[in-house]
């Protein structure tokens, strides 16, 4: 019997978690097509191209509102359970508040670590493709700056032609082992540059040891210089700001490649932020369902719905609001980053703890 009854909490559960996330799927592809439509209209592309990127786009953004989705599922699937006395139904069978939500919380942290190592991997390579896509079609194309297994590269427009930029690496602040090209209007070389180091901390970038080969009518000049002034669009910063948005890479590649990802120039600090966020995950939705449960099992009297709704949406906002404040203590250096991402899941786990035990005696 114990085991029919459990298998009816979890399809039901689960059941539930694929409606809300087929919601806010379809929510979420109508938001964003319009956003990709605007982005395309003046392109000559088909219809199909901004609904590809759409569901594309959308699978990600779905794994950053797992714990929500799940608090919402969990509260939906309950409140059915408890209005249709169903719940009470349980009871008599020896299944206490806390049996059902250790039933529905252990199938939450675990569905989350499913999601990290089959799930996320798959929607990492269809942002990966999104984000080519997008790049393909921008406008801003004649600046591009990429970094792949062969370094950073850099390519920007100047007023007497073109510039490329290769480097093996970026670390604090310094390019190593830099190749520059300049190139005319009609993409003839007119000048290499190579430097063993360069400090880009600004947009004026300092080449140490430059070695500086002019290239004029098929004659080439050579001269090194202790130090090397070229002035760029691109700074430390504004590099490093490219390349914060990491949907692109998987759970598996910041574990498997951590140093790899770090050597190509990728910051240190968003790696690690990243990485703690995929990693708590579980957590969160553990402690999400915790709070789902909380709410609903108080009582076994029926209530109205419109009033958990309420209080549902309350408590995502604060939620939210509360990943945000933490996040944004780490981006201000007031804690790091890889604690913001712990800092609310620890907090709203303390929270719940104590109010799964509460509704236990009930």
Known sequence: MNKILMNYLLSGFFTTIMIVILIFFCFGVILNLFEEIEFFKNLN???ITPIILTCLYIPGLLIKLLPFIFFISSMWFLLN???S???LSLK???FSNFKIFIILGLSSFIFGWFVLFVINPVTSVMMKYYEQTKSEYSRDIDHLVTINKNGLWIKENLSTGHRIISADETKNKIL???VIFNLDENF??????TSKKADISNNQWILEDARISKFEDGVQDQKFLKEYFITS???HEKINSLFKNLDTMSFLDLVLNYKTLQNKGYNKNYLDQNLNALLSVPFFLLIMTALASILTMSTLKKSNNFTFIVVGLIACVGVYYFKDLSLALGQTNRISLSLAAWVPVTTIGLFASIGILQINEK
Do not use: H, S, V
């Open 45 to 47: 592309t088909p219809i």
């Open 92 to 94: 008599a069978f020896g």
């Open 176 to 178: 190593k082992n830099i």
């Open 81 to 83: 359970l408890r209005n």
């Open 188 to 193: 003839r070389m007119t000048e290499k540059i």
């Open 85 to 87: 006395t169903d719940l």
């Open 233 to 235: 669009k691109y700074d």
